[in-house]
């Protein structure tokens, strides 16, 4: 079944570790993007990415690192993790910057303890 | 600066209409969006509307005034299932999108 995916689906990380939440699509979509949510606050944009080769700085990128080496990947990774990190993490992919609809992953949920 | 205004939270009846209302001031437009979101699972897209206008998809129609800043979702005959979170977000000039924190929609027998 087409779609994307993320791993893991929860995880429970020790302050200060590093870690790598996955995010795969099948549609060939030439734009992802990483996003956190929090109670009470919209989907904020951390990374994204419009084509292979090329990511930019979303709206609250500190503390996180993207890379997007094919089409089909684009990992998130926190270098440190810091408590205010606890967050639930969602993977979105988009046919281009410029399509309508963004596909959302079933999100990756992070306690950071 | 970005601001988008939704209701926190929404109760409606079962086979009833309900409206949800945003109002957004961002730095460009280009487009706005309603997604869906059920507890605990992904957002998924149900309308776009860039120009003026009602947009009418099923039981639910979207409606947008780029010139007072608002949009609002309509959904009709309002099924149990439909309870859930609705998210607004704007599309501005750079193809970022905002988002709003959701309204949460409660619907009762």
């Known amino acids: 079944i087409a779609g994307i995916t993320q791993a893991p689906t929860s995880q429970i990380l020790a302050a200060g570790r590093r870690m790598t939440l996955r995010c795969t699509q099948d549609?060939?979509?030439?734009?992802m993007y990483w996003y956190r949510q929090d109670l009470g606050l919209g989907l904020r944009l951390i990374h994204y990415s419009n084509t292979a080769g090329t990511t930019g700085k979303g709206e609250v990128p500190d503390g996180y690192s993207v890379s997007r080496a094919n089409t089909d990947d684009f990992p998130l990774t926190l270098a440190s993790a810091v408590p205010s990190q606890t967050s639930v993490y969602f993977c979105?992919?988009?046919?281009?910057?410029?399509?309508?609809?963004?596909?959302f992953g079933q999100g990756t949920r992070l306690t950071v303890v | 600066g970005q601001n988008i205004d939704q209701p926190t939270e929404m109760t409606a009846t079962e086979g009833a209409i309900v409206q949800i209302n945003c109002t957004y001031q961002t730095s460009g437009f280009n487009g706005l969006f309603w997604y869906q979101q059920h507890a605990g699972e992904a957002p998924t897209f149900l309308s776009y509307n860039v120009l003026d206008g009602l947009e009418e998809k099923g039981r639910f129609s979207s409606f947008l005034s780029r010139s007072k800043g608002y949009s609002y979702l309509l959904l009709k005959e309002l099924q149990m299932k439909d309870s859930a979170s609705y998210l607004c977000?704007?599309?501005?000039?750079?193809?970022?999108?905002?988002w709003g924190a959701g309204t949460k929609l409660i619907i009762k027998p």
């Open positions: 979105a992919s988009s046919a281009d910057g410029e399509v309508t609809e963004a596909f």
């Open positions: 977000a704007v599309r501005e000039s750079n193809y970022q999108l905002i």
């Open positions: 549609m060939r979509h030439n734009a």
